[in-house]
């Protein structure tokens, strides 16, 4: 029996749109209710293509049906969205060859800061680079490369708003903390976060690169898979410190990576933390967080270990300044890094010899 378009668009009227707080109806939303051979449709028009509650509207609208007039009153694929005037999809990133992510199983391993350096050696070594802090929780990038308080500039063209990356030490820069104050907290939902990160993938003007390097969040989460379906990304390096603690969680990061549903390759880790040396004692080693501990789970996974950075001072001082140390090639822990970017450049150029292109992850829930 066909209910009457009246009593549909009352239960409609009760869901509001996540961002705008006003009912899906007041806001024209619904733009079409119709029965097709005895089965209800509905059409629900956005503004935008991609506006991050689409699918939360549409499973809400699903939910709202059910309870109000009983089960499969409105079945699954029955909800037409709608974008007036959408401009055809443009291809995302078509001139950057890789696309690299830097991920860690947990915080405070020091990820940020090897990402920072592994840019700034990928350009002294002669490669075009770009940096996205899609950390954005933490955004740590800005400080570190010294341009806190600066702001992208932005312009329009091919019916889109470009974000101009900033550019400091030859690196191409975005991130969340370009656009909010350093001492501002940033307490996003997941739509808004992930939102965030397909607004500096896609609308950044980011021309020929040989590498786009992305600073994940620490974990796994809602960042993770937006990027995964957002580009098509050639590896993903993992970034951790030596101690068990640490390492239970990288098996966690690699297991998602290379899971049937993302089967993204992981390139490699890098031992963050390895050991300290003294500078009265240079020939010392002090293994603070265990020994080979990165070195002995790559063996065990069968994965490359691609580095192993020891604790320096001036590691964390270059990070505060603003001065990343690998701009200092001479200088052990520059060197450091530079032996790393030639191991993640070996490990790129090897995957894309032996395996196809990576594709964007298409990820269906039932």
């Known amino acids: ?20 707080k006003e009912s899906i109806v007041s806001m024209g939303m619904v733009s079409d209710i119709q029965y097709r051979e005895g089965d209800l449709w509905i059409g629900l028009q956005f503004s935008r293509p991609n506006d991050p509650f689409i699918q939360s509207i549409k499973k809400a609208c699903m939910r709202a049906m059910e309870n109000a007039f009983g089960e499969n009153t409105l079945k699954k694929g029955h909800i037409q969205v709608q974008v007036p005037n959408a401009p055809a999809k443009r ?18 391993v020091g990820k940020s800061t090897v990402a920072a350096n592994l ?21 740590s990038i800005p400080k570190m490369f010294n341009v806190e308080g600066q702001r992208p500039s932005a312009r329009t063209g091919d019916g889109t708003e470009w974000v101009i990356p900033i ?22 939902r997941g739509p808004m976060a992930t939102s965030a990160l397909k607004q500096l993938i896609s609308q950044g003007e980011w021309g020929e690169l040989d590498y786009l390097l992305i600073d994940l969040p620490p974990g796994t989460g809602d960042v993770h898979l937006t990027m995964v379906q957002e580009v098509p990304v050639s590896g993903v390096v993992i970034v951790s410190t030596p101690q068990d603690v640490a390492l239970a969680d990288v098996i966690k990061g690699i297991n998602m990576f290379t899971g049937d549903k993302i089967n993204v390759p ?39 270990l691609l580095g192993e950075i020891p604790i320096v001072q001036g590691i964390r001082e270059s990070g505060d300044t603003g001065e990343p140390v690998a701009l200092f090639p001479d200088n052990p822990s520059g060197e450091a890094f530079h032996h790393l970017a030639q ?23 039932k």
Not at 91 to 108: C, M
Not at 131 to 138: E, K, P, Q, R, T
Not at 170 to 188: H, N
Not at 267 to 289: A, C, H, Q, R, V
Request: hydrophobic share 40%.
């Open 119 to 139: 840019a700034v050696a990928l350009v002294q070594q002669g490669f075009r680079v770009g940096l996205i802090d899609a950390d954005v929780y933490g955004p």
């Open 266 to 304: 992981v390139l490699g880790i890098i031992e963050n933390m390895s050991w300290f040396t003294p500078e009265e004692l240079p020939d010392s080693k002090y293994y603070i967080f265990g020994k080979e501990g990165c070195k002995k789970l790559a063996k065990k996974m069968g994965i490359p």
């Open 1 to 20: 029996m066909e209910i009457q378009k009246e009593k549909i668009l009352e239960v409609l009227n009760q869901i509001h749109h996540p961002e705008t």
């Open 167 to 188: 550019e400091k030490y030859g690196v191409k820069l975005l991130s969340v903390g370009l656009f909010v104050k350093p001492e501002d907290a940033v307490i996003w």
């Open 91 to 108: 291809e995302i990133l078509p001139d950057v060859k890789n696309i690299v992510a830097i991920a860690s199983g947990k915080g405070g």
């Open 343 to 365: 191991s993640v450049e070996k490990a790129v150029k090897t995957r894309n010899i032996e395996m196809a292109p990576t594709k964007k992850v298409e990820i269906t829930t």
